[in-house]
């Protein structure tokens, strides 16, 4: 079973950075692609950008392109998604969540393993 606990979020004002991390534990096999996700009051959740746990290969969703950076740290077994220029549209309660399967995928359901998740507010 894969367990992931985020930290990091907070307060911020518009234009400021925050870090966020999301420390896995667990089956290392399972840990194929993690990524982030938010979802804002009254909206769906929608996905932010993943990487391979093996390759290192990132992608980005293009409302974040350019400001967040996603990374990994192998021996802490930790992602971590670092977020400058933030919007007060950034809003959001921030997941990581790891998918088990080999393909890249952007949707929800096709993420096996979700964290209990971290508020991240920008203030304008």
């Known amino acids: 079973q894969v367990q992931l606990v985020e930290s990091g979020g907070g307060l911020v004002q518009a234009g400021g950075s925050l870090r966020l991390s999301c420390a896995a534990s667990?089956?290392?096999?399972?840990?194929?692609?993690i990524a982030w996700f938010r979802q804002a009051p009254g909206k769906e959740r929608e996905f932010v950008t993943f990487?391979?746990?093996?390759?290192?290969?990132?992608y980005y969703a293009d409302s974040v392109k350019g400001r967040f950076t996603i990374s990994r740290d192998n021996a802490k077994n930790t992602v971590y998604l670092q977020m400058d220029s933030l919007k007060p549209e950034d809003t959001a309660v921030y997941y990581c969540a790891v998918r088990a399967g080999t393909a890249y995928r952007t949707t929800p359901n096709e993420y096996d393993y979700w964290g209990q998740g971290t508020q991240v507010t920008v203030s304008s």
């Open positions: 990487i391979s746990w093996n390759s290192g290969r990132t």
């Open positions: 667990g089956p290392t096999f399972s840990r194929h692609v």
